[in-house]
């Protein structure tokens, strides 16, 4: 196997001019599991930790390197691992605000709290499928925030709709998901019974990477092991008859598949935060932004206002009343965002004036 066949392109030879020195190389991250990585590099595969300057340097932003980044290495004579020394920049990376644990509270339905950090989950994929179950899990507000951040993220998206044995009319899921995915391809399939799941092989081509995200027991891995045509992951039943999941798939990992392509397992998401601009939510709801631009007035709140293209629309049913919700939800929630991100800016520039002794205490 060669680099070529991981991924490795001209972006990448550019971005690595950056972090070549003498004895470096590059290398690709497989798995990671807190600061304990596996890539793949010129002599196969090996383990990895990250430099101490590294730590240092990026440990702070929570910018380490994740599965399916390309980073510059050192491999010491006689030593087994090796030591991560640099990140090469990234093609496309899915991000999220992290996971709110205690303390959380909801305001105008927008989770608030949680640290202002980017939480990277894979980097330099190219096609990320958004996987949601056919079952008690359906949510089509869930899918429009995923559409967003994937959207964002720089890979294309693609919804699969999987266990449709489960469902008595996925037909109709099929339009509905249609409608808010605008141009992105929608599959409805069952792994289990394997209907619809041949649209899979569109996407496997050689030296491209695949990831699959979506909140747990939605059939990520079995899949993944669908693909394979062997049990590559470990897959379990869901725990609750709501069709919520435990949580069987504990860390990202890449594999490498005959076709050539390779696919990224990671773990359910209990939940995902917005980490992207505004741009990102207009974008993933253009439909909803190119509405409120025909609004007769500029500043419409689209309540109470005649000539609101808005209210015209829900009524004539071209607009579903909760995904003009959804967007004003993900709206305030990039707002409130775009805020913490200055205030964090603001109170670090302040930090750094008061250590340099330009501020007393
Ligand atoms: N009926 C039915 N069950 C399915 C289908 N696909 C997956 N399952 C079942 O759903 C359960 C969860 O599947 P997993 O593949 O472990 O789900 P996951 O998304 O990887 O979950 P995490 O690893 O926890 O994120 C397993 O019991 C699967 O057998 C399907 O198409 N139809
Ligand atoms: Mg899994
Ligand atoms: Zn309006």
């Known amino acids: ?27 690709r ?30 440990g702070f932003n929570s910018i380490a390197p994740v599965v399916g980044d390309w980073v510059a290495i050192y491999v010491r004579d006689g030593v087994s691992d090796a030591v991560i020394q640099g990140l090469l920049s990234r093609k496309t990376c899915f991000s999220r605000k992290p996971a709110v644990s205690g303390g959380r509270k909801i305001r105008n339905g927008v989770i608030q709290g949680g640290e202002t950090v980017e939480q990277v989950l894979a980097a330099n994929i190219d096609t990320v499928f958004i996987v949601s179950g056919l079952d008690g899990n359906f949510n089509i507000s869930r899918i ?36 808010i995915a605008l141009n992105n391809p929608v599959h409805c399939i069952s792994v289990f019974t394997g209907a619809g799941a041949e649209v899979l092989n569109n996407y496997m081509e050689a030296g491209k990477t695949l990831a699959f995200l979506g909140s747990s027991g939605v ?33 990202t990992e890449l594999f490498m598949h005959e076709s050539g392509c390779m696919l990224i397992d990671t773990p359910g998401l209990r939940e995902l935060k917005l980490w ?14 190119d509405l409120v631009s025909q609004c007769k007035f500029s ?10 293209a808005i209210k015209d629309a829900i009524q ?46």
């Open 276 to 289: 992207c601009d505004e741009k990102a939510v207009e974008e993933s709801f253009r439909d909803v932004k």
């Open 144 to 179: 429009e925030r995923y559409l967003t951040v994937a959207g964002s993220s720089g890979a294309r998206p693609v919804i699969i709709l999987n266990k449709a044995d489960l469902c008595s009319n996925p037909e109709e899921f099929l339009i509905q998901i249609e409608r």
């Open 29 to 58: 991250v497989i798995m990671r599991n807190r600061d304990y990585y596996t890539l793949i590099y010129e002599n196969g595969c090996i383990n990895a930790k990250l430099s101490g300057r590294f730590k240092h340097t990026y």
């Open 219 to 251: 059939g990520k891995s079995t899949i993944i092991n669908f693909m394979f045509g062997e049990e590559k992951q470990t897959t379990k039943t869901t725990s609750t008859a709501n069709g919520k999941g435990r949580h069987t798939t504990t860390c």
């Open 316 to 361: 004539n049913g071209q607009l579903s009343q909760e995904r003009f919700e959804n967007f004003k939800k993900l709206y305030s929630e990039v707002k409130d965002l775009e805020a913490r991100k200055k205030q964090k800016e603001l109170y670090i520039a302040r930090a750094r004036k008061r250590e340099r002794g330009g501020i007393q205490k």
């Open 1 to 27: 196997m060669t680099l070529e066949d991981y991924g490795w392109d001209e972006y990448f030879e550019k971005a690595y001019i950056h972090c070549k020195q003498k004895d470096y190389l590059p290398a």
């Open 299 to 308: 500043d419409c709140t689209h309540e109470k206002e005649s000539g609101c």
